[in-house]
């Protein structure tokens, strides 16, 4: 019974395309299977997978969550403004990873006890964070803050044993979420939510609470991201993850999840989320203009869907 | 008479199952012709290879004399075939005539411009026709399921369908809207129309059907004249075997009060509701639909809020405002609509048989396995589930088994209440037969069981006293001695008993 959800050869899809763009780039360019390269990769990576991950429990429940760039924005300011006051970084990586949470607990109490579809929820609070960050940082980014911090360095800058530290979050975040949707009764509930709310409301599931955590988890994960990312850039930019919502929402879809909810799995998201770095960054190398990499990477979605759906049929 | 429709020696398969083996069936003009047979018999497939969803493997299907091979159901309408799902196809937000007309509106020249009074006209013509009570201008989405499937009649009438296949037609229907759809059905068999009529319902075959053909495990077994068969006959050759007495008697030492309602009151739908029931006992709800039953049901068991009345169980005040809160204090609710509300359908068996109680199956969160798996073996075997495989998809089982799935996620939690909201619909013979055991096993072990039922001989065979609910209230509590279906049928439709 363990084995329910089997390595059956259809899950697999994604994961062969991440490996036939591997080939491909590759072949195409000396740089892209170095050492280097791929630390630097997987660390671009980190941020969207880390997004990605929560979205997908949040995409598991049936719902979506469009606020994430704009949370990643103010919590990073938040984190930022108060070290630029000088308190310490252990505290404002704290601060930073609480207000995001409370933003997603903000989404959860809307879409659950404000009754508001979740699309039209996380839009306005993606809106409303949004203005709130330009508001506390008068629209300037924040800058030279934590030149000495050095638990604020290690988050996007440092390295254990040799691997970006950026990496090991994303992996470890990936590993207890991985367990959790599989072996507890959370990532049961959370896969019964998605496939028929009323009958598992029916079933004595708290379903309110449930959708809460998840929307909490993704506050989180995306503030832990922004931290990476200020941490990385040493600054704090009021812009900052404009359009993550979109990458997010790719990598899980990508991964085989599916968007009306109830059935779909995290390992297809950090396969998805690698689709979309690999994709970034072998473009980069081929020297493609941004403004065709778009392109490519709208079509390479569009494929994956259509695969998707061919196989269903 | 020359047969409309005439399937001969019909063989189908999927894989290595044989679905269909040597299956005739024959349509005459103007009969009503049921097909029977319990869920996996294969009536289904015979429709899904008539009307070209499946491409037949062997045999022969002669429509008005002429050899076809249907590729899709649309071709299969242009003859004149036209299937009624169950699922019904309206729009709710168009209007009865729109509804009609969908795809075939009556336009100015080429211009796209519809012509709004014709249609009309037209569409009131064809309701006429079939003695239909509807208002051509009144929006679908207003209109009760029973009127809605008029619409859907009314479309296939006006596109001249020749013989209408009707799958489960009367699952939603109230008492008179069934009795509306027969009238109509009966007009349509004076016009010569054809009715392929599927169901499980006994009591509507043997008043509305002229003949009956069953199919038990892709065979064809007979077709009877109504005139010449009995329940009994008919059963048996659905089922291969006699099932014995249809409702199993039991003998239950019936104990303390379990549950009492008192004066449950919500405005609009249901007001001073008032009753009990005790350890062992099966208490049927009877009413129209509509009445409130399955309102009144769902404000006990937390799942709807209500203005004012108490509820006890074993004499103590308790207050139940969510579904969570119910399972907490053992009572257990059995929905009517399974898929909507009893199954996460792309769930496993499995996985669906423990959701209520999962909690309970873990530690620190953690989903035991071997816990799980002892309990999901035990209630598979205990209500004998028919699935290859607990990690099966409970959406690919029938409908028979997959209401087992529901009662066992919630007899594994031991309920000491159990409601049961139409338990058997859509359910075949021979696993009816089952569901009444298991009720009865219940009541046995001294669980309180409230039953409501729209099909009046299972509420009396089952019940020890029959509640009866008219437009919200109690019309009646009577004690099932005796009772007849009569008595009840007065009481739900508003007389005094």
Redesign the interface.
């Known amino acids: ?4 959800r089997k390595w059956d050869v259809k899950k697999l899809g994604p994961l062969i395309g991440l490996f036939l763009l591997c080939i491909v780039l590759s072949i195409l360019s000396d740089d892209f299977l170095t050492m280097d390269n791929w630390l630097n990769l997987l660390r671009q990576v980190s941020i969207n997978a880390l997004i990605a991950f929560g979205m997908t429990f949040v995409i598991l429940t049936g719902g979506i969550d469009l606020s994430v760039g704009s949370v990643l924005a103010l919590s990073s300011a938040i984190t930022a403004g108060m070290m630029a006051q000088g308190v310490s970084g252990f505290v404002a990586i704290f601060i930073g990873l609480l207000a995001g949470t409370a933003m997603g607990v903000l989404n959860g109490v809307l879409v659950t006890k404000g009754k508001v579809a979740p699309f039209i929820a996380t839009l306005a609070t993606m809106t409303a964070f949004r203005g709130l960050t330009l508001v506390y940082t008068d629209g300037r980014p924040i800058t030279g803050f934590a030149s000495d911090d050095i638990m604020f360095q290690m988050i996007g800058r440092g390295y254990f044993f040799g691997i970006p530290v950026p990496i090991i979050l994303m992996l470890v975040v990936y590993i207890v979420l991985y367990i959790v949707l599989k ?4 990532g ?2 959370t ?2 939510i998605g ?2 709310e ?9 379903v309110d609470r449930l959708k809460m955590y998840v929307y909490a988890l993704t506050g989180t994960l995306s503030a832990l991201a922004g931290l990476i990312l200020t941490s990385r850039l040493n600054s704090a930019q009021p812009t900052a993850g404009t359009a993550y919502e979109l990458d997010a929402i790719a990598a899980v879809v990508l991964g085989g999840t599916s968007l009306s909810g ?2 779909g799995w995290i390992f297809g998201t950090l396969v998805g989320a690698l689709i979309i770095g690999v994709l970034n960054n072998g473009l980069n190398l081929l020297n493609v203009s941004s403004f065709y990499q778009q392109v490519i990477k709208g079509a390479v979605i569009l494929l994956a869907v259509l695969l998707d759906r061919r196989k269903e049929a | 008479m020359r047969p409309l429709i005439e399937m001969r020696s019909i063989q189908k398969s999927f894989g290595d199952n044989t679905v269909l083996n040597g299956v005739d069936f024959e349509v005459l003009p103007g009969e009503v012709h049921a097909l029977m047979g319990e869920n996996g018999a294969g009536k289904s497939t015979l429709i899904k290879v008539l009307t070209g969803i499946y491409e037949r493997d062997g045999g022969t299907i002669v429509v008005n004399g002429r050899e076809v091979h249907y590729r899709h159901p649309k071709e299969a309408e242009r003859d004149g075939i036209v299937v009624i799902h169950q699922e019904l196809n309206v729009i709710p937000t168009l209007t009865v005539a729109e509804n009609i007309f969908l795809g075939r509106e009556p336009k100015i020249g080429r211009t796209g411009v519809i012509r709004h009074k014709e249609m009309e006209q037209q569409a009131a013509s064809y309701l006429r026709r079939l003695g239909m009570d509807l208002n051509p201008r009144e929006l679908a989405g207003r209109l009760s399921v029973g009127k809605q499937q008029m619409i859907e009649i009314a479309r296939a009438i006006s596109t001249n369908a020749k013989c209408l296949i009707m799958d489960e037609p009367t699952a939603a229907l109230t008492e008179r809207e069934i009795q509306a759809l027969f009238s109509v059905i009966r007009t349509l068999k004076q016009q010569g129309v054809a009715i392929v009529y599927i169901s499980h319902r006994m009591e509507e075959i043997f008043t509305i059907c002229d003949r009956i053909s069953v199919l038990r495990d892709g065979q064809f077994i007979g077709t009877k004249q109504v005139k010449e068969t009995n329940f009994e006959e008919i059963v048996q050759m659905m089922v291969g075997r006699q099932i014995g007495e249809r409702f199993p008697k039991r003998n239950v030492a019936i104990g303390e009060e379990r549950l009492r309602v008192e004066r449950l009151t919500r405005k609009g739908l249901f007001e001073n509701v008032s009753f009990s029931v005790r350890a062992g006992e099966v208490l049927g709800v009877a009413g129209l639909m509509g009445s409130g039953r399955t309102e009144i049901m769902e404000a006990i ?1 937390g ?1 709807r809020s209500f203005d004012e009345g108490n509820i006890y169980i074993d004499g103590r005040p308790v207050r139940i405002r ?3 809160q ?3 204090h053992g009572i257990a ?1 059995i ?1 009517e609509d399974r898929k ?9 068996v ?2 669906n048989l423990t ?2 109680k ?2 309970q199956l ?1 530690a620190a ?3 035991q ?1 071997s816990k ?2 002892d309990v ?1 073996l035990t209630y598979i075997h205990l209500l004998n589930i028919k699935a290859s495989s ?2 099966l998809p409970v959406k690919a089982l029938s409908g028979g088994n997959q209401q087992k799935v529901v009662f066992g ?1 919630w007899l594994a939690m031991s309920p000491r209440i159990l409601i049961l909201d139409e338990p058997t619909r859509g359910v075949d013979v021979g696993a009816k037969k089952e569901i009444y055991d298991i009720i009865n096993e219940l009541a046995a072990q001294g669980v309180a069981v409230i039953m409501v039922s729209s099909e009046l001989p299972e509420v009396l065979g089952m019940s020890d006293r029959v509640m009866v609910i008219h437009e919200g209230k109690v019309q009646a509590i009577l004690e099932n001695d005796g009772l007849d279906q009569e008595t009840v049928m007065r009481a739900a439709t508003g007389g005094n008993i």
């Open positions: 019974m363990e084995a329910k072996k507890t009764t959370f049961r509930h896969y019964a496939g028929n009323e009958a598992s409301r029916l079933s004595g599931l708290r109830g059935r | 068991f799942a969510s579904p969570r119910a399972v907490e609710m929905t909507q509300k009893g199954l996460v359908l792309d769930m496993s499995h996985e959701l209520p999962l909690e873990a969160g953690f989903v396995s799980e798996r999901v607990p990690d996620k």
